[in-house]
């Protein structure tokens, strides 16, 4: 995914927070059965080389797992928060199967509509 508004799309998807990343995981609903994924690593994180290190990580990991545990359709975004650098990269393997564990679990169980898109934290 290289667009600004498929990454906003996907915030108003699933989200699995792990300690090194969020996960967030967005159906698309456009009849194509390709599984996309993105990433995002913010200045907050650390400097370009830290970010670039970050994003190899995960590419890693997204290319080892999402064929395996990711969503036909889908949407797949994944957003590097302060500490994922350390973390080992066998916890971070473990920690992205709990996370579309989790997803998955939420999905096959959630029969209501998806949240709202508008009033989050603006004291609506």
Same mark, same amino acid.
Request: charged share 30%.
């Given at each position: ?21 969020? $996960? $967030?995981?967005?159906?698309? &609903? ?31 990991? &997204? ?9 036909? %359709? ?21 920690? $992205?199967?709990?996370?579309? %564990? ?5 999905? &096959? ?16």
């Amino acid at each position: 995914m290289s667009r600004r508004a498929d990454f906003l799309a996907a915030n108003r998807g699933k989200r699995a927070p792990m300690p090194g990343f969020v $996960l $967030l995981v967005r159906e698309r &609903a456009d009849g194509d059965p390709a599984m996309r994924f993105g990433i995002t690593v913010t200045k907050k994180i650390g400097g370009a080389v830290v970010r670039n290190r970050m994003k190899r990580r995960f590419r890693v990991l &997204a290319r080892e797992l999402l064929p395996l545990h990711g969503y036909a %359709g889908a949407d797949h975004v994944l957003i590097g928060r302060d500490g994922g650098i350390e973390r080992d990269f066998t916890l971070l393997r473990a920690e $992205l199967e709990k996370a579309l %564990g989790k997803i998955a679990r939420a999905t &096959a169980g959630d029969n209501r509509p998806q949240r709202a898109a508008h009033g989050r934290g603006k004291g609506a």
